[in-house]
């Protein structure tokens, strides 16, 4: 099971952490990612980070602003949210990869198995 945290409202510039809390399968096993689904839109790649925490693969409209680490000892991963836009208005979901051997450039929602309920972000302009 996956649960996310760390929901918010944030002014546009702002910053906001995520926080998403594992259990179940070994969790230093797995790529884990972060999706997220604008109103109206399609869930979408957001990050993912490989299984030491050494890889990371971001989408390009977050590279450089969002940055995605991972606590194999406490089965944590977050994602830190910086210069927010209103556009990053989203709910945020984690993910844990369908398979041990997918690989952190994974961005394919089927490539990831297990799902949290999602976290909303709102960024006002």
């Known amino acids: 099971q996956l649960q996310a945290s760390g929901e918010g409202l944030v002014q546009a510039g702002g910053s906001l952490r995520l926080s998403c809390a594992a259990s179940g399968r070994t969790f230093s096993n797995y790529v884990m990612g972060w999706f997220r689904r604008a109103p109206g839109k399609e869930r979408e790649f957001v990050g993912a980070?490989?299984?030491?925490?050494?890889?990371?693969n971001y989408a390009d409209s977050v590279k450089g602003r969002f940055t995605i680490s991972r606590d194999n000892a406490k089965n944590t991963v977050d994602l830190q949210m910086n210069s927010l836009k209103p556009e990053d208005t989203a709910v945020y979901y984690c993910?844990?990869?369908?398979?041990?051997?997918?690989?952190?450039?994974?961005?394919?929602?089927?490539?990831?198995?297990?799902w949290g309920l999602g976290t909303l972000v709102t960024v006002s302009s």
């Open positions: 993910a844990r990869a369908r398979s041990s051997y997918t690989s952190s450039s994974a961005r394919g929602l089927n490539e990831y198995g297990d």
């Open positions: 980070i490989g299984w030491s925490g050494y890889s990371t």
